[in-house]
């Protein structure tokens, strides 16, 4: 059984049609092609999610606001409803990305998605002065390596998307706080 939540039969976030299911057929075709990949990426997303040094909740709100920031509907939809089924409201989903976003983030979990955010749409301009800043409001290395390779799973699950062609699926909702 697959650790990925993405992959479950669920409708998503926004659905004109409630009982619709996102093209999860689609998406295992093109990790059939590639069974490795879905191997490894089964066993780094046991390793991370349950299981690692920053909350659960924490861990899909860094997955789905990446997906966000790359134009991934799909996968940010799914990890949102992630978020929001482990009782994140909404609000606060749309507050913590609202403050990640506004350029000068106060709180903790704000300030880690920032980071995610630099790392996620220009990973070649981080410096260690972004890394001191996370320090300094209390993140641990362990959890911005964490944070890090949240990242870096939710641009290999939307490659895979890609690959499938769910990348521009109609309907999915990407900002389920609005």
Not at 54 to 73: E, Y
Not at 93 to 106: H, K, M, Q, R, Y
């Amino acid at each position: 059984m697959s650790f990925i939540p993405v992959l479950e039969a669920e409708p998503p976030i926004g659905a004109a049609d409630p009982t619709a299911v996102p093209p999860i057929a689609e998406l295992r075709g093109v990790f059939a092609h590639f069974p490795t990949g879905l191997g490894a990426f089964d066993q780094m997303y046991q390793r991370m999610v349950g299981k690692g040094r920053l909350d659960r909740t924490l861990r899909f709100v860094i997955l789905g606001a990446s997906a966000r920031w790359r134009n991934d509907p799909f996968i940010a939809s799914a990890m949102f409803r992630q978020a929001i089924d482990d009782g994140l409201t909404a609000v606060e989903l749309g507050d913590l990305i609202g403050e990640a976003e506004s350029g000068d983030p106060i709180g903790a979990e704000a300030t880690l998605l920032g980071f995610c955010r630099k790392a996620t749409e220009t990973a070649f301009k981080m410096i260690q002065r972004d890394v001191d800043a996370l320090r300094t409001v209390g993140w641990t290395n362990g959890q911005i390596v964490e944070a890090v390779t949240m990242v870096s799973l939710s641009g290999y699950m939307t490659v895979m998307a890609a690959g499938g062609g769910l990348t521009q699926t109609p309907g999915l909702e990407a900002e389920p706080w609005r």
